[in-house]
């Protein structure tokens, strides 16, 4: 079965510093791969999505990821982290078949500290 | 254009009672699934409604039903409530024209507390 790990429970970054938060999914082929976001009390807002192609995401609020399809990772990243970027963070994948299921992981909580 | 919406926003229920959790899709979308989140935990695929019938389901047990109507919003239905139900339940809308590289759109969810 297809398994999602996000090895960091939490992070914490100063306002300003560079962000990059782990993804390793498990998977006998490419799948599709997302992050989403999530603040408290919030329903979860996608950042990007990774479907074929290029490597590297862009994604919104100045978000990127990028696909190794060798380490089996999908790790996001942000370059100045701000400090309403404080939330949960979730990837996730899906088979690429005819709908979507999307497994997610357990999440990264990121702190911003000043 | 309204994104996804639910309702209702909380819910506080005692154990063996039953309750129905309703979703409208974003506009243009025809495909709803539905997630448990448990606290501390990532969003769990519950199932998948599609042209008013269940497409896909996760592991879950048969008391978590849900339905489709034809204007595609959707009810998900929890039968004899344990107090592990307690969870936000999300309700994500995509379109199927756009599959299988669709793009799932989540509500703000509906939170459960079972007493």
């Known amino acids: 079965a297809q398994s999602v790990t996000q090895p960091d429970i939490h992070i914490t970054v100063s306002e300003g510093a560079s962000l990059e938060l782990r993804c390793n999914y498990s998977y006998g082929a490419t799948p599709y791969l997302f992050w989403y976001v999530q603040s408290p009390g919030q329903g979860l807002q996608l950042l990007l999505k990774y479907f074929s192609g290029d490597t590297l995401v862009q994604g919104i609020k100045g978000f990127e990821a990028e696909f190794k399809r060798s380490q089996s990772s999908f790790n996001l990243r942000k370059p100045s982290v701000h400090w309403s970027d404080a939330a949960e963070y979730f990837c996730?994948?899906?088979?690429?078949?005819?709908?979507?299921?999307?497994?997610f992981g357990t999440g990264t909580r990121l702190l911003v500290s000043p | 254009d309204a994104g996804v919406t639910q309702s209702p926003t909380h819910l506080i229920k005692t154990r063996g009672q039953q309750v129905t959790l309703r979703c409208s899709p974003k506009?243009?979308?025809?495909?709803v699934s539905w997630y448990q989140q448990a606290l501390g935990q990532g969003p769990q695929f519950i199932f998948q409604?599609?042209?008013?019938?269940?497409?896909q389901r996760g592991n879950f047990p048969d008391r978590f039903s849900g339905h489709q109507f034809p204007n595609y919003s959707s009810e998900l239905n929890v039968n004899a409530l344990l107090l592990g139900d307690s969870a936000l339940y999300l309700c994500?809308?995509?379109?199927?024209?756009?599959?299988?590289?669709?793009?799932?759109?989540f509500g703000p969810g509906t939170r459960l507390t079972v007493l």
């Open positions: 506009s243009g979308h025809d495909t």
């Open positions: 994500a809308s995509s379109s199927a024209r756009e599959a299988p590289t669709d793009t799932q759109y």
């Open positions: 996730a994948v899906a088979l690429n078949t005819g709908f979507q299921k999307l497994v």
């Open positions: 409604y599609y042209e008013e019938e269940e497409r």
